[in-house]
């Protein structure tokens, strides 16, 4: 089992929802990320909690975590795949009709990680270093498995095919099938005189910091492809990349949608009368919103192009929405002159209308 309870690290049940997870991931990622907590062990707790996400939000690791206890598919044995087509049980079975066992893949796979920016840095661009745990390619003999530089020749027991034939006698006859050779490990070539450090395979485990360019405006969720940082491939073979998905934490007051960012700003009741201008949070500092008179709870101001950058240019609004805040408590002067107010209005204390009346007469009028 993994030494680390990914449910525990973001504090959910093993029966938490996608929706329970991603909030919870969201809540604890902003606790501790570097950029707003400086703390002793922050950045750790944030790598793990970044970990955990990356597993319990994707089905399929979820899956074969709550199996096997870790996301890693070789946890589940060996990888088949690698070794065995569909057409290998036809080989098996009714001898060797479909073709053999495939030879072990070369290439090194492609890896994903995840990256966590703040909203200013999502719309200035930034530099991040993502931490990638992965088979490298050996310093030692430089991804050639071989310790004198030599290179690998064709396996003399499969030929260089990679697997070799075997017969078997049943009650159907003789049996033949083809499976990996054990020499080569079905890759078809050898090592003479393997590499100590990596045993001959051109790559070694290796936990590397790779810089990630993040451009300005990147949204939410987005993935940015880094060729050749994923896997190492097998003695010298083409790597795999590195693919880097893009999270970005909740802001304190803006809350964006696609380009344009939302903010919430308070009036008070004779700005809502008479209209104003008020100072409200951008992403580059404070902005001034001017508007009109007659404004009720809930209507918009639209600042234009001060929301969040395009990655194609231009810049998106930002759109401030108005409340009403009516004051709690009155000087005496303050409630003569609303009252005066609102006697000029049919409002008043001394206006006994009722309201069926008022709009009557306003109706009228």
């Known amino acids: 089992m993994s030494p680390v309870d990914y449910y525990d690290v973001l ?11 991603k909030k919870a991931f969201r809540r604890k990622a902003r606790e ?3 950029d707003v907590n400086d703390g002793h062990g922050a950045e750790e707790e944030f790598k793990r909690i970044n970990e955990a996400y990356e597993v319990l939000s994707d089905p399929d690791k979820r899956q074969m975590y709550d199996r096997y206890g870790t996301a890693d598919p070789r946890a589940a044995g060996p990888d088949m795949g690698d070794f065995f087509g569909v057409e290998d049980l036809f080989s098996v079975f009714f001898g060797g009709v479909q ?11 492609d890896l994903g990680a995840q990256v966590m920016v703040t909203l200013e840095q999502a719309a200035t661009g930034v530099v991040k270093g993502v931490t990638v745990t992965r088979p490298a390619t050996c310093p030692t003999c430089g991804g050639t498995g071989s310790a004198s530089g030599g290179a690998a020749t064709a396996c003399g027991v499969c030929g260089g095919s990679g697997q070799r034939r075997t017969q078997r006698r049943t009650f159907l006859g003789v ?14 070539s050898v090592i003479e005189d393997p590499c100590d450090n990596c045993r001959g395979e051109g790559r070694v485990r290796s936990t590397d910091t790779v810089d990630v360019t993040i451009p300005a405006g990147v949204p939410d969720g987005y993935t940015i492809r880094i060729p050749g940082q994923g896997e190492a491939g097998l003695r010298g073979a083409a790597a795999g990349d590195l693919h880097v998905t893009v999270r970005i934490l909740p802001h304190e007051f803006l809350h964006r949608e696609r380009d344009d960012l939302h903010a919430m700003a308070g009036i008070n009741i004779v700005q809502a009368a008479i209209g104003g201008t008020i100072i409200a949070p951008g992403l580059a500092g404070d902005v001034e ?8 709870t809930g209507d918009t101001v ?15 609004d930002l759109v401030v929405h108005l409340d ?33 009346a008022k709009l009557k007469d306003w109706l009228g009028s």
């Open 11 to 21: 504090g959910v049940g093993r029966d938490a929802s996608a929706d329970d997870i």
């Open 32 to 34: 501790t990320h570097p």
């Open 99 to 109: 073709g053999g066992a495939r030879r072990v893949r070369r290439e090194g796979r």
């Open 175 to 188: 049996m033949e099938s083809a499976v990996p050779c054990e020499t080569c490990q079905a890759t078809g």
């Open 289 to 296: 919103v001017t508007f009109g008179g007659g404004i009720h």
């Open 302 to 316: 639209r600042v234009r192009e001060r929301g969040m950058p395009r990655m194609g240019g231009g810049a998106g």
């Open 324 to 356: 009403v805040l009516a004051p709690k408590k009155l000087t005496k002067r303050q409630r003569e002159l609303l009252e005066e107010l609102g006697d000029s209005f049919g409002t008043g204390r001394g206006d006994q209308r009722t309201p069926f």
